[in-house]
């Protein structure tokens, strides 16, 4: 049923969509492109004449009078094959046995406790401790919480307006956690951070929604984003009706950011009547890996400020970074060591509570540092966040700690380091170890994750897999991916759904699985591609 | 600078509107109709004439080039009002006796906590407990927590997976807390309900904002709202750039819902070429208070059958009742009792943590409940909901509790019976105590809070201080909202952030100060509206 119905919704949006979609149609299954004016006139024209009312016991919503928006956004990495994966899961939970593997090995997202990663203990204490302040001054307290997690918690208690963790906070976040966000970004860019530019949300997405609904008036406004890309974008700018400008990122040169790319895209754009807002960099790179070098983040910069766009930087990595020869900088630091100001550029920064080596996606944390708008602009980005009140108190209080870690001298300085530096350096030796497994695979090649928590390896398909998934109307990099999950119970997601250059295929891969099972998941791997690869070779 | 901004907002936002706003513009400022088509077609036309780059220098963002949806959209909640009252309280923080009051009393917004209520302790013992989970099991927890807190954090660990509470979940929800809440439905209404129908959310906005996005298309399209209403429904209507089609609520009747107002307004916005498509009840009314009558339900019912609408029902105040004469039936429940299932009537609920007797609004956790769609438009609803990836799991978890609390029996079961009766019988008394004040005082009348945390007084402004108000270009309830906050610091917001009948005058008023406090609002209302009186009396 889910399938059918997802087939139902692609011919419906196939049957809308320009021409120039068709020409991509394989090379990029997100929605790079709006709607065309011929399908959206249909639904102005009806002003004068309205739908009839459904008849009697017919249903009042279908998929031909839903929102064509919402039918035109996708969102690979939750996609249909994470409902298959659903679906084996309880066969195997109700059928022990009735399938090659024993367990689902969920690589198609950056979620990394849900694949057995430990929270760091210090957050949770400050968590626990201010969801039920009761205790803070009970004796078996002091048993069970470390003092300085006592003390956090009673900082941020004396911060919040009557202490009151369930009270809806100041649409932007409660104060006193923006000023220790703000220290927070002081101390790691060494310059100024201002607590009234923190917007905290529940989780980067909802921020990235708030940006491109501002940024969005029609059609005509675009947004150029990198392919590949993070699908949040291409299905965020779908939803709000905008265009998706793609610049590709040069996959020869490690994913690299190249200016003559850039500029080439934005001016095609213009020419085509595309009035571009906003630059997305993600930094580090996902599903790329990559981290940018200082001296092409000022090349970025500088292009903004020369072209009049708004830089949306995608920061929620950078806590990961895996090699020693690259470093994170922010886009803020960067701009502000070239000597520009609130006067030079429009930037906003993501973070997320979600990535680093916490990785604590389900607390929905996260914040927007938004610099360069006039206060009139912030005055309307404000008002849209106060029509949801705010985000999660227990988010906000996240991001003020993971910005806010212990620090030297702490009582749970000790055990907070090796947490933090047992992830970070698992998490590189996984990404090597499954690096170079892949590079070892025929027909694969795999640059290295510099940074974020995947990989993105291009697999060379042999022409009869490519007309074995035309057979079953499929994409080829979805086919490859779909006969992985059923062979190995690995779940990774197809590069169509991130988008690729054209005739290109790839997969995303986490680099999430715990270190222990990293042996098992290379070897299925490797005996499925040998396999795939016997069956398909031309 | 903000109110400046504001004042400028709202001059574009005047120009660029349609007549029939003008006529109204006291009445109702919040947006009820779409952008004109004139207003709309410039930036649809500009897909051949794109607007330049920004000139080297000047801002790539600004009033006039944000999305104009954004610009109308309005939240008379967080509005003006409450910019001002925080600008007080920080100037009685910093210079205490500079105002005629001592502190600011927040009655703009239903948030119980900031005003002193306390939270449950049973729901934070359990949250504390899922926050940091290896406290389970060591000796001193069973000091600290009660036995059954306990065993709730065991029962709801189990039912994630991986006891991961920092992993991001089902789309919709961690599947064990969905069937706890199903029960839970099923409890409060005697009628099957299913798991697979709840979609947790972040509060209950953002399932409001997806039900607005999915069935939008374009300024067709029109839902019918209550007037007064809560803005949450005209922002979200503004933001996905639908029509707000307004039914009002007989304020002689007790804010009754007349079933010829539902049928005339409908059949006027069809005959103007709107597409309605859905009916948005609050019941327990907000800002209103009213709780509406079995049998008026079952009319509600029948009319969406008849018409094909969708009923989006507000139930987020369903535990808030306070007369004995009435109760609380939800819709479902209602349309189930008329034999009526999922064929017949398509039907949203939506619930909250932030209302009841819990009043947990910074935990942002809520649902809605999805009933009556076909298996490929619920497929779009799950997809939206996908794209951010899951509803925060503290919120998830409070959702499945106030839906479930401890039993007759359970060891926390007499303290929580305690706790919750005492808020909601506090509330009622509150309530009334606040009803009677404003009934006593000259020129007011105020029906009686029968449920929900507001009640919504009806002022006869003397022409006098009509005038006034129009001299300074304020609606003349807000000038008398903003004359109590100077003159009191009580903050209340005026009914034309709601919307009345034209030439009504109105204020919402939250029955939450601390009860403690009841007779100084009381006292200070009272004196300052004979004051007001004094001054303004034609």
Do not use: W
């Given at each position: 049923m889910r399938r059918f119905a997802a087939e139902r919704a692609k011919d419906l949006i196939r049957s809308q969509s320009l021409q120039r979609q068709n020409r991509r149609r394989y090379c990029l299954l997100s929605p790079l492109f709006p709607l065309s004016s011929r399908s959206q006139s249909r639904f102005l024209s009806s002003?004068?004449?309205?739908?009839?009312?459904?008849?009697?016991?017919?249903?009042?919503?279908t998929l031909d009078t839903i929102n064509p928006k919402v039918l035109k956004c996708e969102y690979a990495v939750r996609g249909e094959i994470v409902s298959i994966a659903q679906r084996l899961q309880q066969e195997l939970k109700e059928n022990?046995?009735?399938?090659?593997?024993?367990e689902i090995l969920?690589?198609?997202?950056?979620?990394p406790q849900s694949l057995g990663q430990q929270p760091i203990t210090f957050f949770r204490e400050v968590l626990a401790l201010c969801d039920?302040?009761?205790?803070?001054?009970?004796?078996?307290t002091q048993g069970l919480f470390s003092a300085d997690a006592i003390e956090r918690a009673w900082q941020i208690l004396d911060q919040i307006p009557g202490r009151a963790t369930g009270a809806y906070s100041h649409s932007q976040g409660i104060k006193g956690l923006r000023d220790a966000i703000a220290a927070g970004i002081e101390a790691r860019d060494g310059f100024p951070a201002d607590p009234n530019d923190i917007f905290l949300t529940d989780g980067a997405s909802p921020a990235v929604h708030m940006m491109m609904q501002l940024l969005?008036?029609?059609?005509?406004d675009g947004i150029l984003c990198p392919?590949?890309?993070?699908p949040l974008y291409s299905a965020s700018i779908a939803l709000h009706g905008g265009t998706l400008v793609p610049y590709y990122l040069d996959e020869e040169a490690g994913w690299g950011l190249e200016m003559s790319e850039l500029q080439k895209q934005l001016d095609s754009a213009r020419s085509k009547g595309i009035t571009v807002r906003a630059l997305v960099v993600i930094n580090p790179g996902n599903p790329t890996g990559q981290v940018l070098a200082e001296e092409n983040q000022q090349q970025i910069v500088e292009f903004c400020k020369k072209e009049g766009l708004v830089l949306l930087a995608d920061?929620?990595?950078?806590?990961?970074i895996y090699v020693p020869d690259k470093q994170f900088h922010s886009f803020k630091k960067i701009a502000h060591s070239m000597g520009y100001g609130d006067n030079d550029i429009s930037l906003v920064s993501f973070q997320s509570v979600?990535?680093?080596?916490?990785?604590?996606?389900?607390?929905?944390g996260g914040y927007m540092e938004v610099t360069g708008f006039s206060a009139d602009v912030r005055e309307q980005i404000y008002k849209v966040a106060s029509v949801n009140l705010c985000s999660n108190i227990t988010g906000q209080i996240l991001a003020s700690l993971v910005m806010n870690p212990p620090k030297?001298?702490?009582?749970?300085y000790e055990s907070y380091r090796e947490e933090r530096d047992g992830i970070l350096s698992s998490l590189a030796r996984r990404a090597k170890i499954l690096e170079n497994a892949f590079n070892s695979l025929e027909g694969i090649t795999c640059n290295r994750a510099?940074?974020?928590?995947y990989l993105f390896p291009r697999i060379d398909l042999p022409q009869k897999a490519i007309k074995a998934a035309e057979a079953v109307k499929t994409a080829p990099d979805a086919f490859y991916c779909r006969r992985l999950l059923d062979a190995t119970g690995i779940v990774v997601v197809a590069g169509s759904g991130f988008g690729q250059v054209p005739g290109t295929w790839h997969f995303r891969c986490t680099i999430l699985p715990q270190e222990d099972k990293i042996p098992a998941v290379v070897s299925r791997l490797t005996e499925f591609h040998k396999k795939f690869m016997d069956e398909f070779r031309d």
């Open positions: 002003a004068s004449a309205p739908d009839p009312p459904p008849a009697m016991g017919s249903p009042p919503v022990p046995g009735s399938h090659p593997f024993d969920y690589c198609n997202i950056g979620n039920h302040p009761s205790i803070l001054d009970k004796s078996e969005t008036r029609s059609e005509s392919i590949p890309q993070y920061e929620v990595y950078q806590e990961n979600s990535k680093g080596y916490y990785g604590e996606c389900g607390k929905r030297v001298g702490d009582e749970s510099e940074g974020a928590m």
